[in-house]
């Protein structure tokens, strides 16, 4: 069972626009939503993360929008630059991890064109 | 700070051997989770420990274990392999835990079962 799905599975973006990917989840005792940005050859890396109480987050370019009652969240990079281009996971987990530990979707390749 | 460290990072095997992964979490880490990533499946919890404790387990079979030391440096364990276990194995040390503290990932070990 997928609990986390995101979505597109591949992006392409004119440098300077706006990314945006998306995940919804079923799981409602999700309490930690991170985004993770992993280019080839590497491990994940953490971006910036997201906690229920809130329904924004900003770290420089990139933003966490969080809508609770829909159950969804996505990852917005503006000003997108071709350095952005990896591979972005988004992920959920339960207070204590639990069985499933950190949740992740299925990744989108995100690619800037110059 | 040293990131984390994952030795060795490529690995050939056949069907039947057993492999041991190692992981040297970023220093004052405590806990360490393991996850597998495949191109079908994407990123899968395998356990976390924390103190030498295994704190929680994904959905994997026996033949997947692993271990804690007391320095924090952790080992996985695959026994009788199979072609399915054919994957990048990747670490990732926190501080307190992957729902409380950002989760920190090596590089990876890439393990290929012939």
């Known amino acids: 069972q997928q609990q986390v799905k995101q979505s597109p599975q591949s992006l392409i973006v004119q440098k300077g626009g706006i990314s945006i990917i998306n995940c919804a989840y079923e799981?409602?005792?999700?309490?930690?939503f991170p985004w993770y940005q992993q280019f080839p050859g590497k491990g994940p890396a953490l971006l910036i993360a997201?906690?229920?109480?809130?329904s924004e987050k900003k770290e420089g370019r990139f933003t966490i929008s969080f809508n609770k009652s829909a159950k969804q969240f996505s990852l917005h990079i503006m000003d997108s630059q071709p350095g952005d281009s990896a591979t972005y996971f988004c992920?959920?987990?339960?207070?204590?991890?639990?069985?499933?530990?950190?949740?992740f979707g299925k990744g989108t390749h995100l690619i800037i064109q110059p | 700070k040293a990131g984390v460290t994952q030795t060795p990072r490529y690995l050939i095997k056949t069907r039947g051997q057993q492999v041991t992964l190692s992981c040297s979490p970023i220093?004052?880490?405590?806990?360490v989770s393991w996850y597998q990533q495949t191109p079908g499946q994407g990123l899968q919890f395998l356990f976390e420990?924390?103190?030498?404790?295994?704190?929680n387990k994904g959905n994997f079979p026996g033949r997947f274990s692993g271990r804690q030391f007391s320095n924090s440096r952790s080992e996985m364990n695959v026994s009788t392999l199979e072609l399915g276990d054919s994957a990048l194995y990747l670490c990732?040390?926190?501080?307190?835990?992957?729902?409380?503290?950002?989760?920190?990932f090596g590089n990876g070990t890439r393990l290929t079962v012939t």
């Open positions: 990732a040390s926190s501080l307190q835990g992957q729902n409380n503290s950002p989760l920190h």
């Open positions: 799981n409602t005792a999700f309490d930690y």
């Open positions: 997201i906690r229920p109480d809130v």
């Open positions: 992920a959920a987990s339960s207070p204590g991890g639990g069985a499933d530990g950190l949740t």
């Open positions: 220093s004052g880490h405590r806990s």
């Open positions: 420990y924390f103190s030498e404790t295994q704190r």
